[in-house]
């Protein structure tokens, strides 16, 4: 009882939130954070320039389609009204009119009324309407009308306060507040009869429509002039129109009329069926007080709002189906009924139809796709597949997610892609027959069909399946064809029949099946023509659409060739549901799935009309001509205007220097930075679908660096010039300093050879010295040796007095012989004291290596290793020694023993080595 209650609630909270909804018109809503002005838009007109201007408090503001420019009167005043006349816009202000006109890419501004007094000073006028009649300007306060002639200004003070004056019938209207309308001539003011009605009523538009007047009160509703006569307008929305306070109206072309109101947006009546659309902030507007409206050469509508601006393409074939309320929640399916749309959304099943939009009972939760097969809609639900027929939603089986159904292209057989494989409905006419295919309990995305007991199933995640089944619907094999393939990244797999073909995009490169070959293989036609596709949905055998680098584009297959057609990024920008992409073809119309509703649209009707493109650039601020020559490193801003702003607006193309490929125009603005220093040529292009057209182009020359320019370069070549003599005076002066170190150096060189010679000379002596005391050296050796012979001899003649004394027995003749050797064998005493100390000199070396080495030799150790270096035999050291044989043989072994040498050393060799 309790879930009944809260259903029950929530059914009738959505009808009181949904029921306003409806397709509108597509509307684009400027706020002042995009032209950077004021509030309130007052007045609005197109130049001739194809831009358009509005009145906003402080400022005339300008928009061409890619800038928004503001600017200021010389006395800061409000802006109140603008018209257009040729290059001109007039403008009305606190005492002040004047008028704009465009030169070198800003506004400048001309006064008519200062300097003229034609204000008092006890006045306190604005201008409020600006009009052009009988080929004089009018400027129109609440007291007073200004006529200029181009030269001189009339001033007529009228006798009562006024709303605004109109042209009607080739006759000017002048709408007092409290008096009615009368007719102005002159100076004079005669009143129309008939018209008593209008009297004390504040009237804000006069229109004529199919030979009717419609006077347009702000409280009172909508007034009708028939045959003289006028009368309250015969229509249900006039009663609503008494209390939303007009504000603003006008007519249409199309027979339609718009009613700008100050409390509840804007009316739109079409008198070809009487019925009406209101448009505000409920659904689309920013603010619902409307203060003026603007025709462009689109016929398409401009809104003045108290708080910013709204472009309506009120002739556009595109249509939006909005919900600001967020009930209807993200549409993944539209298709048409009878009577208005059914749409598959997250939040469940929507009907909408007499402008009224309702939950479907028992269809809340997540919807997936609609499919019209004859009269009956199947509905993929999360809780399983739907049938709505006749108004009657019934619930056909509990097979989950139903995401899609396709229609095999051999038979009648219906299969359906759910979250756990594949459904088969062999007869679409008895539902109850239906299979699961075996096998592939998988979440399959897509589906489709076009051999015989042959199947293709895409994962929703990844992998491309192959199922094989005989006539009964058994399983017979299922293949993973992308893994077998050995493709590597086959996550999102999409499915596409295209004539009878099926092609599978994965991670955006279009494959087809080889049966031969048993693989999956890349198709030619489809990535020549479509490179880096992220989504597409059929339509039928010859329209298609796909999304390509985040742009949307319907494709009509004439045969091989491909005509594009693009769908302007505006109408779903931010909105497009990734990977659930879905389009409904209803006679002309297309429905496509947005977040928040859907679009409506006629291809046939978009980018087919000639365009005619204005180059504007800009380098810093200041406009530059074709040709022109802008700075090195500067930023370049081409402005491409169309002069359209509604569903023509023209997706444009530009190449630079005819480079390869074509860029999108995001805008109408081209920045170009970076620039190399010389000739550039920007080209723009059209895309008719088939083919890219020149359309204009802009030339431009890059200068060169200031690091580069002529004075540079100037001062580049004095600096070398500089640098140059610099480097030849050094260089001067560095050979005088190598003349000056090469005669330094000789000087040093005769020195040093001087010195060389001194040394020489010095060697030369020192050696000749040497030689000298080598001779010396000789000298005492021999003098040595001459001893060593002498003392040697005495011994001999020792031996002979021996010998005498041994032979001789005489005593006499005895002594007379020793005497006689004696003395002929005689030693001087001085000679042997020379002997010692010339042996001391030649061998002082020696003598002192040795004592170093052995500090314990005694005197006479050192005699005897002088004899035994001279190489003298223990015979001829006895003598000199004057020791027996045998005490030299006992001195020799005993010296052996202070020298610590072994039994096999010998001493002499020793000695000789130190």
């Known amino acids: 009882m309790k879930s009944s209650l809260l259903k029950t609630i929530f059914l009738f909270f959505i009808a009181l939130h949904v029921h306003s909804q409806e397709l509108l018109p597509f509307v684009e809503n400027y706020n002042k954070s995009n032209y950077e002005g004021d509030n309130q838009i007052w007045s609005i007109a197109q130049g001739n320039d194809n831009a358009m201007y509005f009145a906003n408090n402080h400022y005339l503001v300008r928009y061409d389609g890619v800038v928004w420019e503001k600017y200021t009167l010389p006395n800061k005043t409000i802006i109140r009204s603008i018209m257009v006349d040729g290059d001109k816009i007039y403008s009305g202000s606190y005492k002040e009119f004047g008028y704009w006109y465009r030169e070198d890419g ?33 400027f129109q306060s609440f007291n007073q009308i200004f006529v ?144 003026s409206i603007g025709l462009d050469k689109e016929d398409d509508l401009w809104l003045g709002l108290d708080n910013g601006i709204a472009h309506i393409e009120v002739t556009s074939p595109v249509s939006i189906f909005y919900d600001n309320s967020g009930v ?96 088969v409905y062999k007869d679409i006419n008895n539902l109850e027959q239906k299979v699961i295919l075996k096998g592939l309990k998988k979440p399959i995305k897509y589906v489709a069909q076009n051999k015989k007991n042959e199947v293709w199933a895409a994962d929703n995640y990844r992998g491309l399946y192959r199922i094989l089944y005989n006539d009964n619907y058994e399983t017979k094999q299922v293949e993973n064809v992308a893994q077998h393939s050995k ?110 509703g859907f679009v409506s649209f006629q291809i046939k009707d978009i980018n087919k009309q000639k365009i005619d493109i204005k180059v504007e650039a800009f380098n810093n601020e200041n406009l530059i001509q074709n040709n022109a020559k802008i700075n090195y490193n500067s930023e370049l801003k081409i402005n491409a205007i169309s002069g359209l702003f509604g569903a023509t607006k023209p997706n444009l193309f530009y190449k630079i220097n005819n480079e390869n490929g074509f860029k999108s125009i995001k805008d109408g603005l081209i920045v170009l930075n970076n620039l190399n220093s010389g000739s550039h040529d920007v080209e723009i292009y059209n895309h008719d679908g088939l083919n890219y057209s020149k359309i204009a182009n802009f030339e431009f020359v890059v200068a060169k660096p200031w690091y580069l320019s002529s004075w540079m370069l100037l001062l580049y070549l004095c600096f070398i010039a500089v640098v140059l003599y610099i480097y030849y005076k050094w260089n001067n002066i560095r050979y005088l300093q190598k003349l000056e170190l090469r005669e330094e150096e000789l000087r040093h060189q005769k ?62 003749k005895l002594k007379s012989e020793i005497k006689k050797a004696i003395k002929i064998n005689a030693v001087n005493k001085h000679e042997w004291q020379t002997f010692e100390t010339n042996l001391s000199q030649i061998h002082n070396e020696f003598i002192t290596n040795l004592s170093q080495k052995f500090p314990n030799l005694t005197p006479k150790d050192i005699k005897l290793c002088i004899y035994l270096k001279m190489n003298l035999s223990s015979k001829e050291i006895a003598p000199l020694m004057n020791i027996s044989f045998r005490g030299v043989e006992l001195h020799r072994y005993r010296l052996r023993k202070k020298l610590n040498l072994v039994q096999d050393e010998n001493l002499s060799n020793f000695l000789l080595n130190i």
């Open 106 to 138: 800003k506004m400048k501004y001309i006064s008519i009324s200062k300097n003229r007094r034609v204000f008092d000073e006890n006045e306190n006028e604005e201008v409020w309407k600006i009009f052009k009649f009988n080929g004089l300007i009018y």
């Open 148 to 291: 200029y002639d181009g030269k001189k200004i009339k001033k007529t003070k009228l006798p009562f306060l006024i709303s605004y004056c109109f042209i009607v019938n080739n006759q000017l209207l002048v709408a007092s507040v409290e008096n009615g309308v009368f007719v102005i001539k002159g100076d004079r003011l005669s009143s129309v009869k008939g018209w008593g009605a209008l009297k004390n009523n504040v009237i804000h538009a006069i229109e004529k429509h199919q030979g009717k007047i419609y006077f347009f009160t702000h409280k009172n509703g909508i007034f009708v002039e028939e045959k003289g006569i006028v009368t309250a307008w015969n229509n249900p929305l006039n009663g609503i129109l008494k209390n939303a306070n007009i504000n603003v109206a006008r007519f249409l072309k199309d027979n339609k009329l718009i009613i700008g109101t100050a409390g509840e947006g804007v009316y739109m009546f079409d008198f070809n069926d009487d019925s009406f659309k209101n448009i505000n902030r409920k659904n689309v507007l920013m603010n619902n007080s409307i203060l």
């Open 328 to 423: 209807l929640g993200s549409v993944y399916s539209v298709v048409n009924i009878d009577k208005g749309y059914l749409m598959a959304s997250n939040h469940g099943v929507f009907k909408y139809e007499d402008k009224k939009l309702s939950l479907i009972p028992k269809s809340q939760g997540q919807a997936w796709s609609i499919c019209k097969v004859d009269n009956r809609y199947f509905i993929g639900h999360n809780e399983g597949t739907f049938i709505y027929e006749n108004g009657q939603f019934s619930k056909l089986n509990n097979t989950n997610g139903g995401w899609n159904l396709t229609k095999s292209s051999i038979s009648n057989t219906y299969f359906q892609a759910t979250y756990s494989g594949v459904v």
């Open 487 to 596: 493709i590597e990244n086959d996550f999102g797999v999409k499915i596409f029949e295209f004539r009878n073909e099926i092609l599978f995009l994965i991670n955006k490169t279009w494959y087809t099946y080889n049966s031969i070959a048993n693989q999956l293989e890349k198709n030619e036609l489809f990535n020549t023509n479509f490179k880096n596709i992220s989504d597409v949905a059929a339509i039928d055998e010859s329209h298609f659409i796909l999304l390509q680098d985040g742009l949307l584009y319907h494709i009509y297959a004439n045969g091989n060739k491909f005509i594009w057609n693009s769908i302007q990024e505006k109408y779903y920008k931010g909105k497009i549901i990734n990977d659930n992409l879905n389009i409904f073809k209803n006679k002309n119309n297309y429905l496509l799935n947005l977040d928040d």
């Open 751 to 812: 020195e040093i050879l001087e010195m060389e010679l001194k040394a020489e000379n010095d060697l030369n002596s020192q050696e000749y010295e040497k030689h000298i005391l080598e001779l010396e050296l000789q000298t005492k050796s021999s003098e040595v040796a001459g001893k060593s012979l002498s003392i040697a001899k005495q011994s001999e003649m020792i031996e002979n007095i021996q010998s005498i004394l041994d032979s001789e027995t005489d005593f006499n």
